[in-house]
């Protein structure tokens, strides 16, 4: 039976947390369109909402119908949607943890991503896929890995990842409403993070990167969770005179190549930061077009902080070695900041 869904708004400077954030996107799509729905493992409130009960209280006011609950097949949940999005419908799938993207893998990266293309325009394939992840809750190898460069290589997806509750809730209602699939990837780590977030229905546009923080000396461009790290790092180094500039990316793929060149152009020097492990990632992308478009400006080559090239440990201990640290990152600051042309 369908429910029918009362507007609900809400009031600018609400603080909430990251994932009532991802939850007030959700409502606010599924009010302004009917043809957006939800589907997923366990999401409904028969089966309490979520993992992460980022669904929680939608099927009660949506519907069933709205907000449906799958069987645990990662194949049947990405191929319904897409096949819902060349129906006419605007999905939003899913998939509980990041690295269960990779049995439907078939369905992201031969369908989802391409059948714009091999259509000639004609087909448009607008599903949004929601996945969290992240190590740091002893959640073990196959539970905790940052897949994101594997979509990003992918040309036709767009793969976003936000680092606070107002950026969540802008850039998934973004992704909802694109016509194009976009994979929004959730640091599970920060899901009780607290933040102001901006006027209802506010959409934060995809590709564009925000500066999170001002400085003159050594840019650090990061999304996610490492933007909060990074934040960290930079008022710490501040009490020594060293001014960071922090760039928030959000979008991964495509992401802002122009306002991380301009940073970097005025500062001379960078760190990319992220949590997924250093070789192959998005980190060597963003460092070698640095490379190419700014290499005779450069006060010192660029500096790579991720995680050890391993799978993510479940020993609390060895995960805490595994993962990169603030440490890490101030010492890739000093060492820029220390080298002159």
Same mark, same amino acid.
């Given at each position: 039976?369908?429910?029918?869904?009362?507007?609900?708004?809400?009031?600018?400077?609400?603080?909430?947390?990251?994932?009532?954030? %991802?939850?007030?996107?959700?409502?606010?799509?599924?009010? $302004?369109?009917?043809?957006?729905?939800?589907?997923?493992?366990?999401?409904?409130?028969?089966?309490?909402? /979520?993992?992460?009960?980022?669904?929680?209280?939608?099927?009660?006011?949506?519907?069933?119908?709205?907000?449906?609950?799958?069987?645990?097949?990662?194949?049947?949940?990405?191929?319904? =949607?897409? /096949?819902?999005? !060349?129906?006419?419908?605007?999905?939003?799938?899913?998939?509980?943890?990041?690295?269960?993207?990779?049995?439907?893998?078939?369905?992201?990266?031969?369908?989802?991503?391409?059948?714009?293309?091999?259509?000639?325009?004609?087909?448009?394939?607008?599903?949004?896929?929601?996945?969290?992840?992240?190590?740091?809750?002893?959640?073990?190898?196959?539970?905790?890995?940052?897949?994101? =460069? &594997?979509?990003?290589?992918?040309?036709?997806?767009?793969?976003?990842?936000?680092?606070?509750?107002?950026?969540?809730?802008?850039?998934?209602?973004? %992704?909802?409403?694109?016509?194009?699939? %976009?994979?929004?990837?959730?640091?599970?780590?920060? @899901?009780?993070?607290?933040?102001?977030?901006?006027?209802? $229905?506010?959409?934060?546009?995809?590709?564009? =990167?925000?500066?999170? #923080?001002?400085?003159?000396?050594?840019?650090? !461009?990061? @999304?996610?969770?490492?933007?909060?790290?990074?934040?960290?790092?930079?008022?710490?180094?501040?009490?020594?005179?060293?001014?960071?500039?922090?760039?928030?990316?959000?979008?991964?793929?495509? &992401?802002? #190549?122009?306002?991380?060149?301009?940073?970097?152009? #005025?500062?001379?020097?960078?760190?990319?930061?992220?949590?997924?492990? +250093?070789?192959?990632?998005?980190?060597?992308?963003?460092?070698?077009?640095?490379?190419?478009?700014?290499?005779?400006?450069?006060?010192?080559?660029?500096?790579?902080?991720?995680?050890?090239?391993?799978?993510?440990?479940?020993?609390?201990?060895?995960?805490? $070695? @595994?993962? @990169?640290? +603030?440490?890490?990152?101030?010492?890739?600051?000093?060492?820029? $900041?220390?080298?002159?042309?």
């Amino acid at each position: 039976m369908t429910t029918v869904a009362q507007p609900r708004p809400v009031t600018g400077a609400k603080r909430v947390t990251f994932g009532e954030a %991802c939850r007030l996107a959700l409502e606010e799509a599924m009010e $302004a369109d009917p043809s957006v729905f939800v589907l997923g493992e366990d999401i409904g409130d028969a089966e309490t909402g /979520g993992t992460f009960k980022v669904t929680k209280g939608l099927s009660t006011r949506f519907g069933t119908d709205r907000v449906r609950t799958t069987p645990i097949s990662e194949q049947a949940i990405i191929g319904a =949607a897409i /096949g819902a999005a !060349i129906a006419g419908m605007r999905p939003v799938a899913e998939i509980m943890l990041m690295n269960f993207t990779t049995v439907a893998m078939d369905q992201i990266v031969n369908h989802a991503a391409k059948l714009r293309f091999m259509s000639g325009g004609q087909t448009a394939v607008p599903i949004t896929i929601r996945t969290a992840t992240g190590a740091g809750r002893g959640t073990g190898a196959q539970h905790s890995d940052m897949l994101e =460069a &594997w979509f990003a290589h992918t040309p036709g997806l767009k793969v976003v990842m936000p680092s606070s509750p107002a950026e969540a809730k802008g850039l998934l209602l973004s %992704c909802i409403f694109d016509d194009d699939p %976009c994979i929004f990837v959730e640091k599970k780590e920060i @899901y009780g993070m607290r933040g102001e977030l901006g006027e209802p $229905a506010e959409r934060i546009p995809l590709g564009q =990167a925000r500066v999170a #923080r001002r400085g003159e000396h050594v840019t650090v !461009i990061g @999304y996610g969770g490492a933007v909060g790290e990074s934040l960290a790092v930079a008022s710490q180094l501040a009490q020594d005179g060293i001014e960071v500039e922090v760039i928030d990316l959000r979008t991964i793929s495509p &992401w802002d #190549r122009e306002t991380v060149l301009s940073s970097v152009g #005025r500062t001379k020097r960078a760190v990319v930061v992220h949590e997924a492990v +250093r070789q192959f990632g998005a980190g060597a992308e963003i460092s070698a077009t640095i490379h190419e478009e700014l290499f005779g400006e450069l006060a010192a080559p660029v500096q790579r902080v991720a995680s050890k090239n391993l799978p993510v440990p479940f020993s609390p201990a060895l995960e805490r $070695a @595994y993962l @990169y640290s +603030r440490d890490d990152i101030e010492r890739a600051v000093r060492t820029v $900041a220390g080298a002159s042309r």
